[in-house]
């Protein structure tokens, strides 16, 4: 039995409360938050013991920790489960500096803890769809584009559109090429709140792969999307429905293509996530997104806004 705990309650926190709550051969050993609605809430439901104290959760031996605070305390919460022995999945982004996410890192590996960041889009079916069809080899690959748009969500209070959201998206980008960033440039603008909720980034991989996103809060409705531009094939997929559909040159005359739809099983990107998290734990294998590469994907995040709202090409 794999004892966990699940440290904030916030909208991702109970996500990953109920799935845990769920699973075979998996113990919550309870929860903790600073809101008592939120920890009676989830008394009352799941009927799990519940801390408003993270020493007195990390006291109980856990095995494995889901960490889904705020951004802003992930470094500090993150390096006190280390020192506790913990496994921890920390949500995306790994924290809110690359120094911060660096420190986490070299923690972790020194103390032997476990560590994976929760860029959940690895784990939706779509994508995984996508990456077999682009192949170990991304040679063949032109450009990605991607959209990930929806209306402003308030429980957002500390970081803007391109730390939450565009974050997936850089992971995404780095996880489909196999190839980090040359280059990359971004525009961004402000009207809600005091961080940016709008912004287009553009980027070209060490690989030569473009690369452009469109990501914003801004939308009155939600939208992950991504096309893949090859030189054998074009692939598009809607990652909220987990359709995708393969478009294939069959005739260099007329430019024709033929077009397969690939039929998907849904399967919850959290679920999968966590089941991978926990596995990585008990048979003591790497986990499936590593520290490290988290860490990579603050530096490019970091890079966007060396430059401003201007955007800049290192």
Known sequence: MQKVGVIGLGWMGKVHLRNYSEMHGVEVMGVVDTDQAALDEVAARFGVPTFTNLDDLL?????AVSVCVPTSLHHAVGLKV????????IEKPLAATSAEGAELVAAAKAAGVPLMV????????????????VGADSGDVISIQIERVGPYP??????????????????????????EFSQVYAVMTSST??????????????????????????????SRKIRVAAKSKFIAADLVTQDVK???????????????????????????????????VRHKTPAPITGEDGLEVLKVIERIFACGSGGCRP
Do not use: C
């Open 154 to 179: 308030p429980r957002i209070q500390d970081v803007g559109v391109i730390r939450d959201l565009g974050s997936h998206d850089i992971d995404l980008i780095r996880f489909l090429t196999g190839s």
């Open 59 to 63: 006291a109980r031996g856990l095995d």
């Open 246 to 280: 393969e478009y294939s040159q069959f005739s260099t005359y007329d430019k024709s293509y033929s077009v397969r739809e690939w039929p998907m099983v849904y399967r919850e990107p959290v679920k999968e996530e966590l089941t991978a998290f926990l596995a990585a």
């Open 118 to 133: 929760g860029h959940i889009e690895r784990f939706n079916p779509a994508v995984q769809r996508v990456k077999e069809l």
């Open 193 to 222: 709140g005091g961080h940016e909720d709008n912004a287009l980034i553009t980027a070209q991989m060490a690989n030569g792969v473009l690369a452009n996103v469109n990501t914003n809060w801004v939308t009155p409705y939600k």
């Open 82 to 89: 280390i020192a506790s022995g913990a496994a921890l999945l």
